[in-house]
């Protein structure tokens, strides 16, 4: 139950410590060049504190316990659909007040779609700070959790058993 709810947690304030920026200074409130320093800079250096604060906070766990930066990663990528309809909300609020069933129904689907974050992220400006995050994430887990897992041993157990299984 402690490992569901670290990735919970990595999950979920993986998505919101790199959005937060987003959410923060979006475009109308700063100008372009300032807009473009804040989304490719600050959100992953966010995502990165994150990842550092909740290692350092996590550093008596051993091994047996889900990497935070790659679950991280995956928040940030399934979060991102939602929070940066909120910070065009924020800036817009006619935008909720038309959206229907339908409009969140392509919002729960565009979470699980990694390559329309990408796309809707590269319109919105933060493209770079994505991918820049997407590379920092795994080096992270590399260097800082080598031993920590993004698949439970138990299922890595089960899947080796069913690759070993001989046919015939």
Known sequence: MKSLSLIVTSLAFGGLSFWAPTLIFFPPTTSERVWLIVASLASPLAIVA?????????RSGGA????????ALIGLWLTGPWLMTLAAALRTPDILRNMGPADYSYLVLMSFLPPYTLYVSAAQGSGYGLILATILLPICHRVFEK??????PTWKRRISFWGSRSVG
Do not use: N, Q
């Not at 994150?50 to 996590?58: D, N």
């Not at 047996?64 to 679950?71: A, G, R, V």
């Not at 031993?147 to 439970?152: A, D, F, K, L, T």
């Open 50 to 58: 994150f990842s550092a604060l909740a290692l350092r906070m996590r």
């Open 64 to 71: 047996d316990e889900p990497s935070t930066c790659l679950f």
């Open 147 to 152: 031993g920590r897992w993004v698949i439970p």
